[in-house]
């Protein structure tokens, strides 16, 4: 059961995405290889950054703008969150050759920096959107 409380006005697609991205991260801590923990991490920032789209964008947003990735959006959307949005999408390439299976990829060490990187994000997120972080996730693994 989490203990987040949140703000009523708080988007429930944005609510979902943040509990999806919860559990990337415990998905990512339990993983054995470094490659499997750092695409997990990654992905669970991903949703994270998504659900702030979800919370804030607006339809003229969308519209607005031709396809592109969701850092780009996120910098865009949520400013403040511009210098994660730039450290996650330099990430993408190998988060890309790990899920491709490149075991020489990314290290342990970059897979584990990652998934703490990833945890700050999303608490990050969770009080830019007005909610309380989830305290169990510094007891996940």
Do not use: N, Q
């Not at 990833?118 to 996940?140: C, K, N």
């Amino acid at each position: 059961m989490s203990l987040i409380t949140h703000d009523r006005r708080t988007a429930p697609t944005a609510l979902r995405l943040l509990a999806t991205s919860r559990s990337a991260l415990r998905e990512a801590a339990r993983a054995e290889s470094p490659g499997e923990r750092y695409a997990t991490a990654h992905l669970a920032a991903l949703r994270a950054a998504a659900a702030v789209l979800a919370a804030r964008a607006r339809p003229s947003d969308a519209r607005a703008r031709r396809p592109t990735s969701a850092w780009v959006l996120l910098a865009g959307i949520a400013p403040e969150l511009g210098e994660w949005a730039a450290y996650f999408a330099a990430g993408a390439d190998k988060r890309a050759a790990a899920l491709a299976g490149l075991r020489t990829a990314v290290t342990a060490r970059e897979a584990d920096d990652l998934l703490r990187d990833s945890r700050t994000f999303l608490a990050l997120v969770e009080t830019t959107l007005g909610l309380l972080p989830d305290a169990t996730l510094d007891r996940a693994g």
